[in-house]
């Protein structure tokens, strides 16, 4: 492991940024394509060294939740779910000269509507698969200004029923920045 001057943060030490996503398009069965613009934040715990290729930290995240409005949908949260079951998020070194790291977060998440497509009482989905985004080109963390990308579109189905998925995520361009 190639020593990066103090650069990687300590173990134990927990991170809070806020994140904002703009014109983040969602499907939904009933309602076709929405776009939603959310903001928040996300806090992680520096939990463990990374001691292959160049080093790096593993991430626990221990608190995440962004909100949007829409006109149809109303107030629409995106909660922290089980962090227990959510792997833990990479923060790797690729360079050291200049420094560049690879930041790869993991999200498993709660989305709250408040008022689902075709009526009723608010709906709380759950994604079927653990969601990541990522950001391969940061030259500090923590991240000041950087745009971290959705891997893969993510489904959302009501909580206990993974396979009525009722909505997708299909992008999610969040800019995360460091507010100590």
């Known amino acids: 492991m190639v020593s990066i001057g103090g650069l990687l943060p300590p173990i134990g030490l927990e991170i809070p940024c806020s994140g904002y996503a703009v014109d983040v398009p969602m499907k939904f069965d009933e309602l076709g394509l929405v776009t939603l613009d959310f903001k928040g ?5 520096v939990e463990a060294n990374i001691v292959g290729g160049l080093g790096g930290v593993k991430l626990k995240i221990i608190g995440e939740e ?11 949260t995106l909660s922290q779910a089980d962090t227990d079951a959510t792997p833990l998020s990479l923060l790797e070194v690729l ?11 993991f999200h498993d998440f709660t989305l709250t509507i408040e008022k689902p497509p075709g009526g009723g009482p608010p709906l709380v989905l759950s994604n079927t698969k653990t969601m990541t985004t990522l950001n391969d080109n940061l030259t500090v ?3 000041q200004g950087s745009i971290y990308q959705l891997q893969q579109p993510v489904e959302f189905a009501p909580v206990g029923e ?7 995520l299909l992008q999610f361009p969040m800019t ?3 507010n100590p």
């Open 41 to 45: 934040g996300i806090k992680v715990r």
């Open 66 to 76: 962004y909100s949007a409005d829409h006109p149809a949908l109303g107030h629409m």
């Open 95 to 105: 360079g050291n000269m200049p420094p560049k790291f690879k930041n790869t977060l």
């Open 141 to 143: 963390f923590p991240p």
């Open 162 to 168: 993974p396979s009525k998925v009722v909505a997708q």
């Open 176 to 178: 995360r920045s460091h």
